[in-house]
């Protein structure tokens, strides 16, 4: 009998040890999974050619779920996205503000060129959200060529600086490329 509480008593003591083991740990990682999601994005961010661009984006997306190459992906294209429009918006403010025949035409082909980039970026994001990588890779790659037309037709109409008030844009959506086609090389 006392042989059977004596095993009874370490079994208990062995069990209560383990659960207490299990609960501490569990409760040691919560505050972990934080930093784990902030260490993960910053060792994929410096992946990229853009790592602060990278960071930026990414962490300041707050509907971001996960840390995961995926949803870093999504995030990295709707920050092209936001950056895209806005540049639209300025190419097209720009366009209704100047009387100049050449700078009209500069304008009106940036701001078309980045509405399409805008149209495109979208699309990339609902395939993004269906996991269809391959399409979203290609919207992106699009949008970085309507980002280039834009950029030449500076030099083929007028032959001037792209104001810095658009090119700060133009510059923020090319980082934003560099850093996507490495997250979709990784999604690969």
Known sequence: MECF???NGVFL????????LVLLLSASKLPVEADDDKTIVTKLCYETLEPDVCLNCVL???SRGTSNVSDITHSVLFCMYSQTTFAHQTADRL????AAVDLKQVFRVCKDRMFSASNTLWDG??????????SAHVSARVAHAYLLR???A???YGKVVIPSELLNYMVQIKRL????????????
């Open 125 to 134: 994001l609902t395939k993004m959200e269906v996991s269809d990588y391959k």
């Open 13 to 20: 003591t062995t069990v209560s040890q383990i659960f207490l």
């Open 5 to 7: 509480m004596y095993t």
């Open 154 to 156: 500076f030099m083929k």
């Open 150 to 152: 834009c950029d030449f």
């Open 60 to 62: 300041s997306d707050t």
């Open 177 to 188: 490329f560099d850093v996507a086609q490495i997250m979709f090389l990784l999604l690969h």
């Open 95 to 98: 366009f209704q503000n100047t």
